[in-house]
């Protein structure tokens, strides 16, 4: 299958000690505000958490994301406006986190991508063209 590498790029507030690693594509689960009950059902091993801003601590959405084997999160605002800084505390400092508006975050919620990260404050999407040589095939 072909990859789509979009035009734009998000800003991203990276958080943590730990970084993404640079070019690597990573795929995401979107875990809604990443409560114990968000998860049910989900295979996080191995991908990042995309969880929303409310109801939790950053700290414990993330921390509840690395109980299911996610390696990195990303959260999004529940608010247009400026990005904040996310208090982290203890162990969830060791994995890649990162911080983004809500319009992106809205975004990767509705669409399949994987993210890549370029090393910088910056992240690209990648989208998978499913079904694309079917349809210009006309099948």
């Known amino acids: 299958m072909p990859n789509f590498i979009m035009e734009s790029l998000i800003i991203l507030f990276l958080k943590t000690d730990a970084q993404f690693e640079k070019g690597k594509e990573y795929e995401y689960v979107n875990v809604g505000l990443g409560r114990n009950e968000d998860f049910k059902g989900l295979d996080l091993k191995g991908k990042v958490a995309l969880i929303q801003r409310g109801a939790l601590t ?3 959405k993330i921390s509840n994301a690395v109980k299911r084997g996610a390696i990195g999160a990303v959260v999004y605002n529940n608010v247009v406006g400026a990005n904040l800084k996310m208090a982290l505390e203890g162990q969830v400092k060791t994995i890649p986190s990162a911080f983004i508006s809500k319009e992106y975050g809205e975004a990767l919620a509705a669409g399949k991508y994987k993210l890549v990260f370029n090393g910088t404050r910056r992240i690209y999407l990648i989208q998978k063209l499913i ?8 099948v």
Do not use: E, V
């Open 58 to 60: 950053f700290s414990d």
């Open 131 to 138: 079904n694309y040589l079917t349809f210009q095939a006309g």
